[in-house]
């Protein structure tokens, strides 16, 4: 019973080996088998190189020497779309061997010269699928914690916005005009993410604002406001120790800075500004206006043209606002998308 405990187990992981000898494969292939593993064995570096590409494999062993390329090449063009299979090199000769820094540069994970018999290799097979295994839990954890993490700052986020009635949805726009303005910039496919994601939190820190102040309908104290003006530094706060936001930190922190140098909290100016942060910048500051408040209606669209055109240098970066203009002129049905939306 345990022995067949002990199998299931070995056969979760997938290796494959690597050998232009096919009497190699097959004697290895004898004893992988035996133990339980899931095994493949190619004698076509090139093949392999595919396979890999498009099955997963938890292991791999390597031969060094082979044709039309060796095992270095082999883990090279490997690498550049798999940095997680592990990968065991072989060689027949250890004066053949490639160079330690070789070795480290590839990621190549372990290291063993040929033999008749196969004892060393099973126990770095083992030793290495054990490794894959704590990758694997420490990656579920992760996952897991980082889940857990996201939830929390969700119920955040939607605490803000029961709080205070003009927030819910806003952010949501902030996040959906932020991604539209950076198509607009040809922000790249990770900046986008960026864009949407930080949007969606950049007014995370008004969880710490008072609701007297938050709530208030009437014109703000200087008190006040500059209670207010604390909500990126909080939000920055409450984000920054967790691994998972920090690409988002600088639009939690520096939506609020102008492009004359006189936003807060730090008053950057021009390019010290964080590019993705004066994209939340102008994005917010639209729907903040196009958006209906408490003490009067939504702006006609043709004052807000007016307002961005009149900021361009001062509270907008000019390249940034125009390109949001021209958004406005010629594509405002995605903008029209975007307010029926949310």
């Known amino acids: 019973m345990r022995k067949n405990m002990v199998s299931t187990q070995k056969s979760e992981f997938k290796v494959i080996a690597v050998d232009d000898e096919q009497g190699i494969l097959d004697s290895l292939s004898i004893f992988m088998k035996r133990s339980g593993y899931d095994f ?69 994970q372990g290291y063993c010269e040929k033999s008749d ?15 894959v295994s704590q990758m694997r839990t420490i990656n579920n954890i992760n996952q897991n914690l980082e889940k857990a993490y996201m939830d929390s700052i969700e119920i955040l986020r939607h605490t803000v916005e029961a709080k205070d009635p003009y927030t819910k949805g806003h952010s949501d726009r902030v996040a959906e005009y932020s991604v539209l303005l950076g198509k607009k910039l040809n922000v790249s ?24 102040i938050l709530l208030k309908e009437g014109k703000l104290t200087d008190e006040e406001y500059n209670k207010i003006k604390e909500h990126p530094l909080i939000g920055f706060n409450i984000l920054e120790h967790a691994s998972m936001f920090k690409n988002i930190l600088d639009i939690v922190k520096y939506h609020h800075e102008r492009f ?44 807000v043209k007016d307002e961005i055109l009149k900021n361009l240098g001062t509270q907008f970066d000019p390249e940034i606002g125009i390109a949001f203009l021209d958004i406005i002129d010629n594509n405002f049905d995605s903008i029209q998308e975007i307010q029926k939306k949310f």
């Open 117 to 131: 018999k196969f004892d060393q290799l099973l126990l770095l097979i083992e030793s290495g699928l054990k490794s």
């Open 189 to 212: 496919s990770d900046d986008l993410q960026i864009l949407r994601i930080g949007g969606l939190f950049h007014d995370i820190g008004k969880i710490g604002i008072p609701d007297s």
């Open 40 to 108: 493949v064995g190619i004698t076509s570096p090139i093949e392999a190189i595919e396979k890999v590409k498009n099955e997963h494999f938890d292991l791999m062993v390597l031969d060094f020497i082979m044709e039309p390329i060796h095992g270095d090449k082999v883990v090279e063009e490997i690498r550049k779309f798999n940095k997680d299979l592990y990968i065991l090199l072989l060689t027949g000769h250890k004066d053949l061997a490639p160079p330690l820094e070789t070795i480290h540069k590839l990621d190549i």
């Open 260 to 303: 004359d140098g006189n936003g807060y909290p730090e008053k950057l100016d021009g390019n010290n500004i964080p590019y993705l942060a004066k994209i939340v910048a102008v994005a917010d500051s639209f729907d903040a206006m196009t958006s209906k408040r408490s003490y009067r209606d939504s702006l006609d669209i043709t004052i």
